[in-house]
């Protein structure tokens, strides 16, 4: 059977923050709506949800970063 996770505080954390809100790219009326159907099981948003917190950290990491990470595999052909 498939897990369903009600426990969105992480998700509303970080799609609903000062960062987020700032960047203008969600609508945080439309993300409490699915927060809230979600977490009450009148619909199955986890997908939706998980997308969107990606995007947002991707966003983070690689938008507003100055230099994105270096991965482990870039680490050696960098380094060489």
Request: aromatic share 8%; glycine share 4%; net charge negative.
């Amino acid at each position: 059977s498939v897990a369903y996770v009600t426990d969105t505080a992480p998700f509303g954390d970080i799609l609903l923050d000062r960062r987020t809100r700032e960047r203008g790219q969600l609508r945080p009326e439309a993300i409490e709506a699915l927060l809230a159907e979600h977490t009450a099981c009148r619909a199955d948003h986890g997908h939706r949800l998980w997308c969107l917190v990606m995007l947002e950290l991707w966003q983070r990491l690689y938008v507003e970063s100055e230099r994105p990470p270096v991965h482990a595999g870039e680490a050696t052909w960098a380094a060489a």
